[in-house]
């Protein structure tokens, strides 16, 4: 495999638009594009910022790219090039915010470039990106990602061995009939549990999202519990995030450390019943919030060994995902890949 073979990843958060060109192997062929994503200005202003960073990342590349894979959230057929649902990107109108319904985005960015563009849903990219550049180093049988953020996103891809006598060339994202399916975070952990965005009750992103997070801890210092939680964001509990949450669990905050164990419980039954249905070589979890590291992962370890098939939590790698920072250009670079491929 030639490292000289380049490709542009792209991901199109809600607040800003990075590409870059890469090599096969993941290493940059040129320099990180970054322009605001204008999510919520409508389809002219957004692909405008598309297109900018698509033509950055062509020009500050070594050689020339190939092919061009978008990462962004919501219902994406790549076959037809629509964004067919989107809660993050639209416009408003009389006060009303409408968001993406049956969007065409591929097309003119295919014109503007004259590359082949391929669009995914931005944690199944995350998902083949790990499989490829991360913890699946391109090579375990099958791997599921679960990305801890906003909201929480997931993926699975299987390799040319998870299927009886092989019949893959290459490693596949599972995606579903209308390819809108692997939407691990609306797996249902608690039925009548709390709500999320989805409209759900219950469902695993309701107790792992940042916003959820954040509430627990409010909730706890409201109730007078005692911590440092405070003191580090100088009084204003508005200024609440994981991270903070995390510097204190170091400190040994008793409060951090029990909101890290909850969450993690809550994990820890998504991904045993994720692991029952999957079997997978390796479980990343990835997204920033993964980067608590022990405070969530050892209780959502022990919380899956309850939950889990023994003989299937004894073949199963859990770890942090490697690629949390990069995932979502890495994860644009891979489905172009493949697309080459």
């Known amino acids: 495999m030639s490292d000289r073979r380049c490709v542009i990843g792209i991901d199109l958060g809600g607040t800003n ?21 204008n999510a919520q200005e409508g389809k002219d202003e957004i692909l405008d910022s598309l297109i900018k960073a698509i033509q950055g990342a062509i020009e500050s590349s070594e050689v020339k790219p190939e092919a061009i894979g978008l990462a962004m959230p919501g219902h994406i057929d790549d076959e037809s090039g629509l964004v067919l649902w989107s809660p993050n990107f639209g416009q408003s109108i009389d006060g009303v915010f409408h968001c993406w319904n049956n969007v065409q985005i591929k097309q003119p960015l295919e014109e503007a470039s004259g590359i082949p563009v391929c669009l995914a849903n931005d944690a199944n990219c995350a998902a083949l990106g790990e499989y490829r550049f991360g913890t699946g180093k391109g090579d375990v049988s099958s791997l599921v990602l679960l990305t801890l953020g906003t909201g929480v996103g997931g993926g699975v891809v299987l390799g040319p061995r998870s299927l009886m006598g092989g019949g893959l060339s290459g490693p596949q994202l599972l995606l579903g009939g209308n390819k809108g399916g692997c939407e691990l975070g609306h797996l249902l952990i608690r039925q009548g549990g709390l709500d999320c965005n989805a409209g759900s ?58 909101i890290w164990r909850e969450v993690g419980i809550a994990l820890g039954a998504g991904m045993g019943t994720l692991i029952n249905i999957f079997a997978p070589e390796v479980f990343a979890v990835g997204g920033q919030i993964a980067k608590s590291g022990k405070w969530l992962m050892e209780p959502a370890i022990t919380e899956c060994r309850y939950v889990a098939i023994p003989s299937l939590f004894n073949d199963v790698k859990i770890t942090q995902a490697e690629m949390i920072d990069d995932a979502g250009v890495l994860g644009g670079a891979a489905i172009a890949l493949e697309m080459l491929n």
Request: glycine share 8%.
């Open 201 to 258: 009750y219950g469902a695993l992103e309701a107790y792992c999202q940042r916003d959820s997070i954040i509430t627990r801890a409010i909730y706890r210092l409201r109730r007078g519990r005692e911590s440092i939680i405070p003191d580090l964001v100088n009084g204003d509990i508005s200024k609440i995030t994981p991270q903070i949450l995390t510097m204190a669990a170091d400190q040994g905050d008793k409060t951090a450390i029990d």
């Open 17 to 37: 638009v990075r590409a870059q060109a890469l090599y096969e192997n993941g290493t940059p062929a040129g320099a990180r594009q970054q322009h605001p994503s």
